[in-house]
């Protein structure tokens, strides 16, 4: 009897932190947002949409350790703009927007994560219109370079001996 309750409360306990985490993993919609999942692009792929309130579209990307990215956002209207935020952590704050760190973002992934890639028009600015167009680009990039090293000069034949170190 004593094994089948601790069986069950174990049970319990996974199902709980399997809730918690797919709730970490599943965006907050605003009424009216759709949901695309996106896989990470082997090349450049091209998001192409429209901000309007209530009634636009958000995307998921899942994203690797060790991944490099650019994502690039475009729009004519200056009230337009791009949230990225990480699901992963619990925070509702966007660690990317275009609003004050300009229209790109490039990074190395540090951990597994699935990103929220949020277009969306400002209510906080006097405007005109019901939305707009906008592009998002999100390019995969190669593994950054490694500065090489300068290689110190092969030490060459002299005729004279080196001098010895000055004393200080």
Do not use: C
């Amino acid at each position: 009897m004593k094994d089948l309750s601790v069986k069950i409360v174990i049970a319990a306990l996974a199902l709980i932190f399997l809730l918690a985490l797919a709730m970490a993993q599943t965006p907050q919609l605003d009424p009216g947002e759709k949901l695309e999942k996106l896989q990470f692009p082997a090349v450049t792929m091209q998001l192409k949409g429209w901000t309007k309130f209530g009634n636009s579209h958000v995307y998921t990307l899942p994203v690797r350790a060790g991944q490099h990215v650019k994502i690039s956002f475009s729009t004519k209207s200056k009230f337009a703009f791009l949230a990225i935020f990480d699901l992963s952590k619990p925070d509702d704050e966007a660690f990317f927007g275009t609003d004050e760190d300009g229209m790109s973002y490039q990074a190395t992934v540090k951990e597994n994560a699935t990103w929220l890639l949020r277009p969306y028009y400002s209510k906080v600015s006097p405007r005109r219109g019901l939305g707009a167009p906008f592009s998002i680009l999100i390019e995969p990039l190669a593994a950054a370079p490694q500065q090489p090293q300068p290689q110190a000069e092969p030490e060459r034949p002299s005729l004279f001996p080196k001098a010895p170190p000055k004393p200080k």
